[in-house]
């Protein structure tokens, strides 16, 4: 059994365990939901020189591929009573070996503690972003692809296991909440943990309104056993730039939504700032604007991303100076994309989408491509998303 079904076993035989047996199975029949959602994606650039990457091993070439975007969700509810609830949520995506692999995603009892206050603990997409807690969900949101330029490829680092509390502000005239989490994540594979992540989200909405400011403190370790050689080579008293394995990053997000089934509007940027020059200092920012015609949503997106801390290191000289500058153009991930889609809700609960995106790359950077492209891409994505 894979990972993610370790954890649906368990958290219903709890549900199950809460419950006297004899009405075991009436409570599961009236208080166990379960709801699927998932993408069949098709996308291809027009460049055969490069590809976009995934962890997973997946790629988008110049053939068109579904490996990449298509992925199964399964979210498990179990109400215990008015005050308890668990979830459950795995999702299924296409590994290196083009096999399917279940990962849970979601795995957390929430308690409603008070009439403004919710705790939750267990395992959560981090919330680092305005759309986290339907990342996977394609649909959710407006794009066929979200812009890459903010929310990045797909990948193991985006849950995390933890306490969050989710405080109901007493605001008049908006609804205002305050997330407080703290968590941590480890990846087994990459040797990498990054212990502890802890930040604040507050949200403010008003009608068709809303506005999220967050900040966020990562603090990463990797495994040192592989990086000692390097560690040696880089940390001289001679370095411009002070090179770090284990880092903090504080992180910056601000998003801003507006939708009166009229019109659309979305706004997102982040910020990444990081110790030392091993790490990129990133910035990214999208807006997106559509205009709902009866089932259509047509849509244009314009995205932006720049990596800060790019200066060469000068004062290493040899071997240690070739290494220190390839590490430094290796994370020049620069790049800007002008984009346009359209949504078509075929069904409740089933939608199409279409979309173009014109990846421009600056010299001497490769964007999120695994090779310097020449001066810009064509990507095009067709998605059939669905969420019962």
Not at 137 to 143: A, F, L, M, R
Not at 254 to 282: C, K, M, T, V
Request: charged content about 25%; aromatic content about 12%; proline content about 4%.
């Amino acid at each position: 059994m894979r990972r993610g079904g370790y954890y649906a076993v368990g958290l219903l035989c709890l549900a199950v365990g809460l419950s006297s047996p004899a009405l075991a199975w009436e409570l599961i029949e009236d208080r166990l939901f379960f709801n699927t959602y998932g993408t069949l994606g098709v996308a291809a650039v027009d460049d055969d020189d490069v590809a976009i990457d995934n962890l997973q091993d997946q790629d988008i070439g110049d053939e068109p591929s579904a490996g990449f975007d298509s992925r199964l969700g399964l979210q498990l509810e179990y109400r215990v009573n008015e005050r308890w609830n668990i979830t459950w949520q795995g999702l299924a995506t296409r590994d290196e070996d083009d096999d399917y692999e279940l990962d849970t995603k979601w795995a957390y009892i929430d308690f409603d503690a008070a009439s403004w206050l919710t705790v939750r603990l267990g395992r959560f997409i981090t919330p680092l972003f305005q759309i986290s807690e339907q990342r996977y969900v394609g649909y959710s949101q407006p794009w066929a692809r979200p812009p890459l330029e903010v929310y990045g490829l797909e990948n193991d680092f985006d849950h995390s296991d933890g306490l969050w509390f989710a405080l109901r502000l007493p605001t008049t005239g908006v609804a205002t909440t305050l997330d407080l989490f703290v968590s941590r994540h480890h990846s087994a594979d990459l040797d990498v943990e990054i212990e502890p992540i802890y930040g604040a989200a507050l949200n403010v909405t008003r009608n068709n309104l809303n506005l999220r400011l967050m900040l966020a403190n990562l603090s990463i370790d990797l495994d040192h056993s592989e990086l000692a050689g390097l560690d040696q080579l880089l940390q001289q008293p001679s370095a411009e730039h002070e090179y770090r394995f284990d880092s903090d990053f504080l992180y910056y997000n601000l998003g801003f939504q507006y939708n009166d089934h009229r019109w659309l509007a979305l706004l997102e940027y982040i910020h990444l700032n990081s110790e030392g020059h091993f790490y990129p200092e990133l910035e990214a920012f999208t807006i997106t604007v559509g205009r709902y015609l009866d089932v259509f949503l047509p849509y244009a997106v314009y995205s932006k991303r720049s990596v800060l801390n790019t200066e060469p290191e000068t004062g290493l000289t040899g071997m240690a100076g070739v290494v220190a500058n390839s590490l430094i153009d290796a994370r020049k991930s620069d790049q800007s994309t002008l984009g346009m889609g359209l949504r078509w809700d075929v069904l409740p609960g089933l939608a199409v989408k279409g979309q173009w995106d014109h990846i421009r790359i600056p010299p001497d950077s490769r964007g999120v491509f695994d090779r310097d492209p020449d001066g810009h891409v064509n990507l095009y994505t067709l998605v059939l998303d669905w969420a019962f």
